[in-house]
């Protein structure tokens, strides 16, 4: 890693145009940050969030192998699609896709992906125009990724703890801050 002067404009101006450093929706200061200490909590937080999705709209299911992000993508599905649905991890397959309203759900798992472009073979174009797409390890296809996706960081805290934190870069901060506005409480709220 070179190093460089944090003051020089010019040399931060290079790195960035070399490609060297994006600007990461981690980066930005999270939206909300909530805790949950049980598989049910968690599938509450995202079944709370669930009715506020729609078409276009894409989450970034961030953290650690085992964290939780199936768990969390499926109290999403499970709410639209009806507490039945069986939402397998889609490790294996990359891709699960959901007949639910008011738009499809495409559930990705992208950590088997080995090439960033193969995703297009999945049809994801599309997808993330007309559903709403769950990925998790988007890391895998970053560039495909847009940028008006909210990040959804899960952190392992204890065994049953984690620490879920949302963010969203740049121009769409506003409208999914407004859109996570009470979402805490309604989750508390929802018994299971
Ligand atoms: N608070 C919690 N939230 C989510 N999952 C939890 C929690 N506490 C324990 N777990 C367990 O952690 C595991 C998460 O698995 P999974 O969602 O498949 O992880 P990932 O998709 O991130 O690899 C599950 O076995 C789940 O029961
Ligand atoms: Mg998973």
Redesign the pocket.
């Known amino acids: 890693m070179p190093t460089i002067d944090l003051r020089d404009a010019d040399a931060i101006t290079e790195l960035l145009s070399a490609g060297n450093i994006r600007y990461d929706s981690a980066m930005s200061d999270p939206l909300l940050v909530c805790t ?4 049910a ?2 599938r509450r937080l995202s079944g709370a969030l669930a009715p506020r999705l729609k078409a276009g709209d894409v989450l970034r299911l961030q ?1 650690a ?7 969390f993508a499926r109290g999403i599905i499970q709410t639209l699609a009806g507490a039945d649905e069986e939402v397998p ?1 889609p490790t294996f397959s990359l891709v699960q896709t959901y007949d639910t309203r008011p738009a499809p759900i495409w559930h990705l798992d992208l950590y088997r992906l080995e090439k960033p472009n193969d995703i297009w073979e999945l049809g994801l174009e599309d997808a993330l125009e007309t559903a709403i797409s769950l990925i ?1 390890w988007p890391d895998k296809a970053d560039a495909l990724v847009p940028p008006c996706a909210l990040t959804v960081e ?1 952190a392992l805290i204890a ?4 620490k879920v934190t949302f963010s969203s870069a740049g121009d769409h901060r506003q409208g999914w801050s407004r859109r996570l506005q009470g979402l805490k409480t309604e989750a508390q709220g929802i018994k299971t």
């Open positions: 949950t200490t049980s598989e909590e968690m953290g192998l085992g964290a939780g992000k199936t768990v991890s998790e899960i065994e049953t703890g984690r």
